[in-house]
Every structure is written in C-alpha cells, then in structure tokens.
Nanobody, 113 residues
C-alpha cells in the first residue's frame, strides 16, 4: 500500500501559477505510473497528467502544466502556469501499482477571473 498526501492548492487569480505536491508514504521508485486528476463541481473526475516511462497531458492543460517526479523525495509535482477559471477543481494524486489504484484526498485549486 501507499498513502498519498496532496498539498499546494489555494486561491489564485487567472494567469497565475501554483505548484502542487504529492508526497507518498514510501518509495515511489517501483511505482510504474503516477498522475494528477481533477474534479470540478458537478463534473466527473478527469485526467490532468501522468508520468511513468513518459509524460501524458490532457489537451486542456498542454503547454501550461508540467508534471515531474522526485524519487529521492517520494514526491510528484504538478506545476501549473497560466491558470484559467476553468482549472478550478479538486486535484487528486494517483498511483498505480500492480493493478491497484491509490488516491489522495485531494487539494482544492480555485482560479478567480
């Protein structure tokens, strides 16, 4: 098992930046894929970005968001630039290992216009 704790959310104006962090309770070296998902009010949870052998981004965030991982710190990051009001959501960290999905409790990002 692995516990995931997100941090870094908050209120930011449109055009601003935030960096989310996802701290894992143990080494992520062996975890094949980690990622960020988000869920806006009244909408389904959607993929934002994943990182494994390569990185993958939702079209809506390409060129604005960057996912990275620091295995030495057991942490995955999501750098979010040029934020838009439509990026407002709860952002969840995800880890996939041996076919099991692990989720954090989420961190709220609110982008004001």
């Amino acid at each position: 098992q692995v516990q995931l704790v997100e941090s870094g959310g908050g209120l930011v104006q449109a055009g601003g930046s935030l960096r989310l962090s996802c701290a894992a309770s143990r080494s992520i070296f062996s975890i094949s894929a980690m990622g960020w998902y988000r869920q806006a009010p009244g909408k389904q949870r959607e993929l934002v970005a994943t990182i494994g052998g390569s990185t993958n981004y939702a079209d809506s965030v390409k060129g604005r968001f960057t996912i990275s991982r620091d295995s030495a710190k057991n942490t995955v990051y999501l750098q979010m630039n040029s934020l838009k009001p439509e990026d407002t959501a709860v952002y969840y960290c995800n880890a996939k290992e041996f076919g099991v999905n692990y989720w954090g409790k989420g961190t709220l990002v609110t982008v004001s216009s």
